[in-house]
């Protein structure tokens, strides 16, 4: 049985890039077991924004003002360099 410090969960939101709409990280949380956050910044994907798909991800344009890009985004995670928010 895993530890509780062991334990996180992860939410995404994506937006969909390029002409077939394909699936791009917009936003990335993660808690701990206890529900502490861990991670939650909006992420700029890689590739020109067509479907912010709003009604389903609450994403917009506004958000991707500032976003963490994500090759950065990548490198906080996997390397444990999260500060929330």
Known sequence: MARSADVVAMDCEMVGLGPFRESGLARCSLVDYHGSVLYDKFIRPEGD????????????????EGATPFAVARLEVSEGQMPAG
Do not use: E
């Open 49 to 64: 924004i067509t479907d912010y798909r709003t009604p389903v991800s609450g994403i917009t344009a506004r958000n991707m």
